[in-house]
């Protein structure tokens, strides 16, 4: 657990479910990305300002086309939109972030399943998952290479960091090589499920529970008006208070994962953050978003500059993480 949240902390997850209604007009910061090598010093301030005060900011002018991204929500919608016994097809692989699950993500912190179902896409290990050109024409393409501009943003976003820590500029992208078998970054396609009308008071539905993530850093692409989005900054975690982060077609929300948080020994927060189901006046149609997880290779060692914790494999990491967020499946 050393280098990601303490025992107390993830104590208090478990009450993070039905608790903590309370909100704040904390702000999420915009962060303009254009020029980014005539500005990269500017850029990187502001990133990592940023990143230690709350752990979450948006990224705009990020490089990725408004297109590209809608053609990829495109993909992503019409896959899930297969029926039921197509996506068995291509059942998740356990352990290796591949393939689709529908509704077995359970958290310590609501003990019953995210209303959601996903697809998760990670190179290596993709194999026969993939659908066929006449189930979705164009998917795996069209995929691959969104999560290839996907990859470009985070590792420029990593190099700002690696400035920051004294690591070698390119430090994050060669831990992070999408050539090698070890590699595990993963995009992952969301679709959490429109609410029935019997259903829409009910407290005890969550799109998904209170959650750290596990990897380096999070680039989550969401729709206009399709909200639900909290993060609970470390600071505000004994009240409770929960901060909003509107969806914003033109930017990516970033936030700081546990892998980061460890090897920056502690000095970059991952922070719990819920997708809450919408209000009685909110839209109960279905959500959908993409989130690309930047997490390095299995076998790059993880070490802080200060030594502050033990070396770790980023395999090892991630089984420990894996083990103390998610509840066994019923």
Not at 112 to 125: A, F, G
Not at 251 to 279: E, Q, Y
Request: charged share 25%.
């Amino acid at each position: 657990m050393a280098g990601s949240h303490t025992l107390n902390e993830l104590a208090k997850e478990s009450r993070m479910g039905g608790l903590g209604t309370e909100t704040t007009d904390r702000e999420i910061r915009r962060i303009d990305l254009s020029d980014f090598e005539a500005r990269r010093s500017d850029i990187t301030e502001q990133l990592w300002n940023a990143a230690v005060d709350v752990g979450f900011f948006q990224v705009y002018n990020h490089g990725i086309d408004l297109a590209d991204v809608r053609r990829a929500f495109a993909m992503s919608e019409q896959f899930f939109a297969l029926d039921s016994a197509v996506k068995a097809q291509y059942p998740l692989k356990k352990g290796f972030n591949s393939g689709w699950e529908s509704k077995t993500q359970v958290r310590p912190s609501i003990g019953v399943p995210d209303e959601k179902e996903s697809y998760q896409i990670t190179r290596p290990h993709m194999g026969d998952l993939w659908p066929t050109e006449e189930e979705l024409a164009g998917f795996r393409d069209t995929m691959l290479g969104f999560e290839a501009q996907c990859w470009d943003v985070a590792m420029r976003l990593l190099s700002c960091f690696a400035d920051k820590l004294g690591f070698e500029r390119n430090f994050f992208a060669e831990a992070h090589d999408p050539s090698v078998d070890s590699y595990q970054s993963t995009l992952r396609m969301l679709h959490y499920f429109a609410i029935p009308e019997h259903l829409r008071g009910d407290l005890g539905l969550w799109r998904a529970g209170a959650h750290t993530d596990f990897d380096c850093l999070t680039l989550l692409f969401q729709q206009e008006g399709q909200g639900g989005l909290q993060v609970l900054p470390g600071k505000e975690m004994d009240a409770q208070e929960w901060t909003p982060i509107e969806p914003s077609e033109d930017a990516i929300t970033c936030n700081i994962g546990d892998m980061l948080m460890r090897w920056s020994d502690d000095r970059l927060p991952s922070n719990f953050h819920r997708v809450k189901n919408p209000g009685p006046d909110g839209d109960h149609g279905a959500r959908y978003s993409l989130a690309f997880f930047a997490q390095a290779n299995r076998d790059v060692v993880i070490s802080g500059p200060a030594g502050k914790y033990p070396d770790i494999t980023a395999e090892d990491y991630l089984y420990q993480r894996v083990n103390a967020n998610f509840a066994k499946e019923k």
